[in-house]
């Protein structure tokens, strides 16, 4: 298969792994296929693509990536389509989105033909690892680290763009189950002029001690305030995140220090599409516990390649705890429904999000 101008050196394991069996309960990230897509930024310009079996990295000790951090990563994923299609969800939006990443952490942005065709064609190598089940898919996780060894404070002047896939179901525990979320207010994700509007690895770092503390209380993850007030909401650590009161629908405005995320985009396109009230705006805790209060504050959920869209059951914030509605009848379950629907290919792609692998 050629889906580019871009040259591919594809070389096939001779050891295949064994693939999960229909109906095996995949959990996320936890099995991975038979190859890996890299290319190489070096001497000024993209080279050496290959598709390889999946093996260990090689780096120098003193790689950039080590010592001072230029790691972006995106994740999309890849489905099976009812009538046996592979399709992959809005690639060119996580092209996009990892350009716009290179540029706050001073790293060479691989360009959006390579970026699509590397998807295109790693996953056409590995489409029998492709699930058919509803509700799974083949996430694909492409990542851009900074090669070169040094240990002067300065950006890398190489790089490594690779790819690899794992077969997916849910990242919580059933499609739709909902989450518990504790709200933090004493370390914070993000601040005003920092990374948090890039899908940065040392984004991701410097979430992980809440989000570890909070499971051991039995929540599923932490939503996150901003730096300054410990009032405004930002977003869960996988998700953005929607409220949906009485007479409106809203979605933090991005500002900054939220990822823009690609399932919150679709569900504004479908939001708006239905002629729903939604608003992007700023909101608080403070604004939260008035509404709830007031009978107002009727479901709150999260969107995200990983997520898709999930129901929040239960808000904890303080000494205050926001007893949601979830179920058949909720607006997310209808988003998440919608969505799904588009991705398996049960309903017109009337937004052109999907991009087929050809056979």
Request: glycine share 8%; net charge neutral; aromatic share 10%.
């Amino acid at each position: 298969m050629s889906t580019g101008t871009n040259q591919f050196t594809i070389t096939k394991t001779s050891k295949p792994l064994p693939k999960p069996a229909p109906n095996t309960a995949l959990g996320f990230g936890k099995y991975f296929t038979d190859h890996l897509a890299t290319s190489d930024f070096a001497d000024g310009k993209w080279q050496n693509h290959r598709i390889i079996p999946y093996s260990n990295l090689s780096m120098d000790p003193a790689a950039c990536v080590f010592h001072y951090g230029q790691a972006l990563f995106e994740g999309l994923k890849a489905f099976r389509q009812k009538n046996g299609k592979i399709v992959i969800f809005r690639p060119e939006f996580n092209a996009a989105r990892m350009a716009f990443g290179t540029q706050r952490l001073c790293m060479q942005a691989v360009p959006k033909d390579l970026f699509v065709q590397t998807m295109l064609e790693l996953v056409n190598v590995e489409r029998d690892w492709v699930p058919s089940e509803r509700g799974s898919s083949l996430y694909i996780r492409p990542t851009l680290v900074g090669t070169e060894g040094f240990l002067g404070v300065r950006p890398s002047e190489r790089y490594l763009f690779f790819t690899l896939l794992s077969p997916v179901g849910s990242y919580y525990s059933g499609n739709s189950k909902a989450v518990r979320i504790w709200v933090e207010t004493e370390q914070i994700r993000a601040a005003p002029g920092g990374l948090g509007a890039v899908k940065a690895a040392a984004n991701y770092a410097s979430s992980l001690a809440a989000a570890a503390e909070q499971k051991k209380r039995g929540y599923d993850q932490v939503l996150w305030l901003d730096a300054v007030t410990k009032d405004q909401i930002e977003e869960v650590g996988t998700m953005n995140v929607f409220f949906v009161f009485k007479n409106e629908i809203v979605t933090p405005s991005l500002n900054g220090s939220i990822l823009a995320g690609g399932v919150r985009e679709c569900a504004l396109t479908i939001l708006r599409e239905w002629n729903l009230p939604i608003t992007e705006r700023k909101i608080t805790m403070s604004e939260l516990k008035d509404r709830y209060a007031r009978g107002e504050f009727l479901e709150m959920f999260g969107t995200g390649t990983a997520a898709v869209i999930t129901p929040v059951g239960e808000l904890q914030y303080k000494d205050h705890t926001f007893k949601l509605n979830t179920g058949t009848e909720t607006l997310s379950n209808k988003l998440y429904e919608e969505i799904c629907q588009i991705q398996y290919g049960e309903i017109p792609d009337r937004h052109q999000w999907l991009m087929a692998i050809d056979r």
